[in-house]
């Protein structure tokens, strides 16, 4: 394959698809700090047109600050970047976008009251012949960019009404639309349909052929198998190894932790308790869950599986009060239960845990200790008027051993962890009081190996202390792994249930579509 | 662990070229701390040379009194800035628990329902009531009709003034009686101005209301992230009430002791307080968004403001200019803050 940007200066050059290809972009020795703590030591990478080049590691590895230094969103303490002719580093996102480098982050840079098409076509609108926004040019260019895509999605809507996996899809438009040499995906497919998921994997492998390089950070293994051409696998900081994508998975997860993935998900505890938490007959008014009835033993885990909007979340919200429901009863220990403020749930032993971290579950600004004691105030042994400081460094000590969560970095703010402390921070703040029932919602999105690891234990350990867990999750080998039982949910209601023994993952899936 | 340090250690020997730039980035990173202390000693700095005056003991004590007023203002605005909200109605609420501590004193005291000393407590404590019920007032919009507290507290804030002028008719109220002014105005406890000793307390008690108590902790988890709050069983509707509250009432407090200063009800005074106060917060660290502030930090930020107001003074430069001055400051400031 011909090089589609010819330049004569020394770049990295590989035999890459059967031909001499010059590297789109690389980074030399690049490096970054934050405060003593090096979040990424001198990497050096090339990245070729043509090639789906996959960044492989656990939360805080330091993908997330190498695409940010790639893509101009942060600047690195050492090293450069080359592109072309280009050698330094981009002080800003614009600077990378008008070097071609376009990346698409976790977190969005869209107006939420804006369409669809205004968004895509932000910073670069089509004018008309009196120098006004030309509207009608603009939704005609969105519409025909989505179609061209494959993406299910309106050009027309207002972007904060749509699901963050919408929302994902509208900002890969405007990626594409600016036709990017190098283009940087950030787990893009966490909150995606299975028909969006398709649609964005076709658009990949067009691009791909159209020699864009493409920079893609997964923590699924079967994407890998789908589309990638390269694996670099970063631990701490370090680029650790290059391999070729037709690595197993077993290796690849050794190389991603540093130890062995003979127990992912650990063998769960026999159940032995009678029902705890029993859900009967429960309808709300909008008609998000119909008729869902469900029970849930002491010690054991119930799965609850199915597509994005099949109405589980909501299950979760109305167990913890967050969502009335019109009819039916929520019961736990035999009591029946109604919440006007979520102080009760926690009060009766209810503890629910948002899927959303950032927007729901943490105060990023603050340390992770007044996390994890955020209601440790008013409930258990801390409760009460004023701060007790000795009991309350010696709870959120053991909080933190108990999710594996480190203890040294317990006064830092919240905003400097990585996705997988994040979420064990969120896990530690139910451990202030009595909890009966856990509701888990999404534990592990975006949570590298290593700490589902630690999730998995932790969620075992508080099932074999007699606690009936709720656990909510759209990846199925999660439900199969750590579950007991499943139910399989859709359009508002239970669609099935299995039983462990009886798992069988053709057969669940089954279920998820009419 | 150590293998990773010793790594680290490795590339830094590799990178000695490094170093010196790390200084300045050091800098950059931390100017949000440095703001304060760099205006500090900019101020200090100039009236050295200026106004050398500035120094003496005489006028330490009175930039201590002068700052009585602003500092439990300023801590009042802390409250609500800490938990994401703004109260933009501190300075008419001074105004209104001037006039309302003025008028009761007068009605009982010169009207001769009660002695001096009654009437000033009762002034005092219906005063102080009354700024209560406007903050009670601003929480319970803020918080249950989820107006937001910047509309809220200004909406507030002109209904206040409006009232505060109705009741004077816009003129000072006079009876207030002469020991109010002797004790709370220019009186001296254990050797120590009485309103600087009331201040001294006030800050003690903020700083463990903010710090020690669960209403702080609440007030902290609320402004870093109120949903989080609440899924927490924090009751973020009550806590938010309760800061207001708190801070009506000590904006209040200050408005009677200023009362005390002045010798009359006034409803002009307190102007320039919702300006000073946020920019007193915002120069030390406090965020307006919320989640981000502490106590000592505001205590020094709103002495640097007294400070430059002070040394302005002893330069002679006029009230005009030194309203521009606060205002630039504040946004001087701003260029700096952690965003």
């Known amino acids: 394959m011909a090089s589609p940007h010819p330049s004569d200066n020394a770049l990295p050059i590989a035999d890459h698809g059967g031909g001499w290809t010059q590297a789109a972009l690389t980074a030399n020795d690049l490096g970054k700090r934050y405060g003593s703590h090096w979040a990424l030591l001198s990497a050096n990478l090339a990245f070729f047109p043509g090639e789906v080049h996959i960044l492989f590691g656990e939360n805080g590895a330091g993908k997330s600050t190498l695409i940010s230094m790639l893509a101009g969103a942060a600047q690195p303490t050492q090293g450069t970047l080359s592109i072309d002719k280009f050698s330094g580093y981009f002080r800003s996102v614009n600077e990378a976008r008008e070097h071609g480098v376009w990346a698409v982050f976790q977190e969005f840079s869209l107006v939420p009251n804006l369409s669809v098409a205004d968004n895509i076509v932000l910073g670069d609108e089509a004018l008309n012949c009196c120098g006004l926004l030309d509207k009608v040019a603009a939704r005609a260019e969105a519409r025909a960019l989505i179609e061209r895509l494959g993406f299910d999605l309106d050009e027309k809507a207002v972007v904060g009404d749509l699901p963050r996996g919408k929302q994902q899809m509208v900002e890969i438009c405007k990626a594409v639309r600016a036709v990017p040499r190098v283009l940087i995906l950030d787990e893009p497919t966490a909150s995606l349909s299975t028909h969006d998921t398709a649609a964005l994997f076709d658009l990949l492998r067009r691009m791909k052929a159209q020699g864009t390089a493409i920079i893609y950070i997964t923590h699924r293994m079967e994407e890998i198998a789908q589309l990638g051409d390269v694996i670099t696998v970063l631990r701490d900081g370090e680029v650790i190894a290059k391999v070729a994508a037709s690595i197993d998975e077993p290796q690849l997860i050794e190389l991603m932790s540093g130890r062995k993935l003979s127990d992912l998900y650990p063998v769960p505890p026999p159940v032995t308790g009678d029902v705890r938490f029993e859900i009967s007959r429960v309808s709300t008014v909008d008609g998000l869950l119909e008729d869902v009835s469900l029970s849930v033993r002491a010690g054991e885990i119930l799965g609850v599986g199915g597509l994005v909007g099949c109405g589980k979340s909501e299950l979760g919200q109305a167990c913890f009060g967050l969502l009335p429901h019109s009819s039916g009863q929520i019961r736990l220990d035999g009591r029946i239960l109604g919440f006007r403020h979520p102080a009760d749930a926690i009060a009766a032993g209810v503890w629910y845990s948002p899927p959303d971290r950032k927007h729901d579950g943490l105060a990023m600004v603050r340390p992770a200790r007044e996390n994890m004691l955020m209601s440790a105030m008013d409930f258990g042994k801390l409760r009460g008027m004023f701060v007790k400081p000795r009991a309350a460094a010696a709870q959120t000590d053991w909080q933190a051993s108990r999710v594996d969560f480190p203890v040294g970095r317990a006064s830092e703010s919240v905003a400097n962890f990585s996705g997988g402390n994040q979420q064990k921070i969120m896990l530690a703040k139910s451990l202030c009081q009595e909890i009966a029932v856990y509701i888990f919602d999404e534990p592990t999105v975006g949570v590298d190996v290593g700490a589902r690891q630690a999730i998995y234990r932790y969620l075992h350990e508080l099932a074999s202390v007699g606690s009936a867990i709720v656990l909510i999750s759209s990846d199925l080998s999660e439900l199969l792994g750590v579950a007991h039982r499943i139910a399989v949910m859709r359009g508002g209601r239970i669609a099935s249930e299995f039983i462990r023994p009886d798992f069988d993952q053709h057969k669940i899936l089954e279920q998820f579509f009419e | ?339």
């Open chain 2, 1 to 339: 662990m150590s293998t990773k340090s010793s790594q680290i250690a490795v590339s830094l020997q590799q990178f000695p070229a490094a170093r010196p730039r790390n200084g300045f980035r050091w800098l950059t990173q931390h100017q949000h701390q440095l703001v304060l202390p760099g205006l500090f000693l900019v101020a200090l700095l100039i009236f050295a040379i200026a106004a050398p005056d500035f120094f003496s003991a005489d006028n330490q004590l009175n930039v201590s009194r002068q700052s009585v007023y602003l500092m439990l203002v300023s801590l009042a605005q802390l409250i609500v800035l800490v938990g994401g909200g703004i109260d933009l109605s501190v300075g008419t609420i001074m105004a209104l628990s001037s006039v309302v501590a003025a008028m009761t004193m007068n009605g009982i005291y010169q009207e001769g329902a009660g002695s001096a000393a009654w009437a000033m407590a009762v002034g005092t404590a219906v005063a102080l009531l009354v700024g209560a019920v406007v903050g009670l007032i601003n929480g319970i919009g803020t918080a249950l009709l989820r107006i937001p507290s910047f509309m809220m507290t200004l909406g507030i804030s002109s209904v206040v003034f409006g009232v505060a002028l109705f009741l004077s008719a816009g003129v000072p109220v006079y009876g207030v009686p002469q020991e109010f002014g002797q004790m709370f105005g220019y009186g001296y406890l254990l050797g120590i101005p009485t309103p600087v000793l009331i201040v001294v307390l006030v800050i003690l008690m903020v700083y463990i209301l903010l710090e020690w108590t669960r209403f702080g902790r609440h007030m902290y988890a609320i402004g870093g992230n109120p949903r989080a709050a609440t899924l927490s069983g924090v009751r973020t509707e009550r806590v938010t009430i309760l800061a207001f509250v708190l801070s009506g009432t000590l904006s209040a407090l200050s408005g009677v002791l200023l009362t005390a200063r002045l010798g009359t009800g006034e409803s002009s005074i307190g102007t320039t307080f919702p300006l000073e106060s946020i920019a007193a917060c915002v120069i030390a660290g406090a965020a307006l968004t919320g989640g981000r502030g502490r106590t000592f930090a505001i205590v020094a930020g709103t002495f640097l403001i007294v400070v430059v107001q002070n040394g302005m003074n002893l330069m002679q430069i006029g009230s005009y200019a030194q309203t521009m001055a606060v205002g630039a400051l504040l946004i001087f400031a701003m260029i700096f803050a952690k965003k």
